[in-house]
């Protein structure tokens, strides 16, 4: 009797004790409970920048902890994605970029350090800013289909700008002109603003550029607007017509979304894409991208993988098509 008396008080010692071990779910602390950094690989400024920053801004209300940008300029990304790479795999470090980390840089760069599918998984599409093509108003065309027939009149006659060799601007050029077999001549500014002044002044004919950058010209009767280079007509102006219209499968708009480094915790990415998507609908937010040229944007890790591959297939066949050898 004694002896199971002992045993029985044992076994119920162990269940106590038991229960008072906390369960995983209760031990773990509710994320996040401490600062998120947003790494962008450019300066201060620009496309990912502003939609780091704005999204940013509505994250810290949401989730009560401060989203804060590291601006990593450098290297072609190989800086930014190196600052990624030793940060901790606990879900308070991402990257905020465009495609063209992706996408432009491995066909031109070689050696670049970083591999998509290797060191960075998804987690949320965060926004669009489409290109538009527009026309110094001496060129005698009106529609995206008078330009063809112009520019097909009279081949290697007429000459476009763009941001420099490489860029999405030079790369929606080539891609169009090898869709439609147009004979156009380069010429590369550095920058857009040198390549919108040089449209306006008559040095170029046309040239592909984000509505901020022309919006005015436009309304003076500068620049005409002719077409957009997105998949989907934009809200800022639903009135432009689409390349994709006339060439299917047309999309070269630049896009930014966020990533995490391989590793990350699942839940970190689930939770900070469904507070994304709830900012992403927020009036403010849309208010504030739409003045700066952007779309607001939503979708699950998976489909911001699938726009990744997509953009990456068809920037490659851009970079071929511009003869653009890597370095």
Same mark, same amino acid.
């Given at each position: 009797?004694?002896?199971?008396?002992?045993?029985?008080?044992?076994?119920?010692?162990?269940?106590?004790?038991?229960?008072?071990?906390?369960?995983?779910?209760?031990?773990?602390?509710?994320?996040?409970?401490?600062?998120?950094?947003?790494?962008?690989?450019?300066?201060?400024?620009?496309?990912?920048?502003?939609?780091?920053?704005?999204?940013?801004?509505? $994250?810290?209300?949401?989730?009560?902890?401060?989203?804060?940008?590291?601006?990593?300029?450098?290297?072609?990304?190989?800086?930014?994605?190196?600052?990624?790479?030793?940060?901790?795999?606990?879900?308070?470090?991402?990257?905020?970029?465009?495609?063209?980390?992706?996408?432009?840089?491995?066909?031109?760069?070689?050696?670049?350090?970083?591999?998509?599918?290797?060191?960075?998984?998804?987690?949320?599409?965060?926004?669009?800013?489409?290109?538009?093509?527009?026309?110094?108003?001496?060129?005698?065309?009106?529609?995206?289909?008078?330009?063809?027939?112009?520019?097909?009149?009279?081949?290697?006659?007429?000459?476009?700008?763009?941001?420099?060799?490489?860029?999405?601007?030079?790369?929606?050029?080539?891609?169009?002109?090898?869709?439609?077999?147009?004979?156009?001549?380069?010429?590369?500014?550095?920058?857009?603003?040198?390549?919108?002044?040089?449209?306006?002044?008559?040095?170029?004919?046309?040239?592909?550029?984000?509505?901020?950058?022309?919006?005015?010209?436009?309304?003076?009767?500068?620049?005409?607007?002719?077409?957009?280079?997105?998949?989907?007509?934009?809200?800022?102006?639903?009135?432009?017509?689409?390349?994709?219209?006339?060439?299917?499968?047309?999309?070269?708009?630049?896009?930014?979304?966020?990533?995490?480094?391989?590793?990350?915790?699942?839940?970190?990415?689930?939770?900070?894409?469904?507070?994304?998507?709830?900012?992403?609908?927020?009036?403010?937010?849309?208010?504030?991208?739409?003045?700066?040229?952007?779309?607001? $944007?939503?979708?699950?890790?998976?489909?911001?993988?699938?726009?990744?591959?997509?953009?990456?297939?068809?920037?490659?066949?851009?970079?071929?098509?511009?003869?653009?050898?890597?370095?």
């Amino acid at each position: 009797m004694n002896r199971r008396r002992t045993v029985l008080l044992a076994a119920a010692l162990l269940a106590t004790s038991v229960l008072k071990l906390p369960s995983p779910a209760l031990a773990q602390a509710a994320y996040p409970n401490k600062p998120i950094k947003f790494i962008v690989p450019y300066s201060p400024g620009g496309f990912p920048d502003t939609v780091a920053r704005v999204y940013a801004q509505h $994250l810290t209300e949401k989730l009560g902890q401060s989203v804060v940008i590291d601006n990593r300029p450098g290297a072609n990304g190989v800086v930014a994605a190196q600052a990624l790479a030793v940060a901790p795999k606990d879900g308070y470090t991402f990257l905020v970029t465009d495609g063209s980390m992706f996408s432009i840089n491995p066909a031109v760069y070689k050696n670049l350090g970083y591999d998509y599918k290797r060191d960075f998984m998804p987690v949320y599409l965060a926004a669009r800013a489409p290109l538009y093509l527009a026309l110094n108003p001496s060129v005698p065309a009106n529609t995206l289909q008078e330009f063809i027939a112009l520019a097909k009149s009279k081949p290697g006659a007429m000459n476009y700008g763009s941001s420099g060799i490489g860029s999405t601007h030079h790369l929606t050029m080539e891609a169009m002109k090898a869709s439609l077999g147009l004979d156009l001549t380069h010429v590369p500014f550095k920058g857009t603003g040198q390549a919108v002044p040089a449209l306006i002044g008559g040095q170029v004919d046309v040239l592909f550029s984000a509505l901020p950058s022309l919006a005015g010209f436009v309304k003076n009767g500068q620049v005409k607007l002719i077409a957009s280079n997105a998949a989907q007509r934009s809200s800022q102006a639903p009135n432009i017509p689409l390349i994709a219209e006339l060439i299917p499968g047309f999309d070269f708009a630049p896009i930014v979304g966020v990533l995490a480094a391989t590793g990350t915790p699942q839940n970190a990415i689930d939770r900070i894409n469904a507070e994304m998507t709830s900012v992403s609908k927020m009036p403010e937010l849309v208010k504030t991208f739409s003045t700066a040229g952007i779309d607001a $944007l939503s979708s699950s890790p998976a489909d911001y993988n699938k726009a990744i591959l997509s953009e990456n297939e068809r920037l490659a066949k851009a970079v071929a098509a511009a003869g653009i050898k890597p370095e």
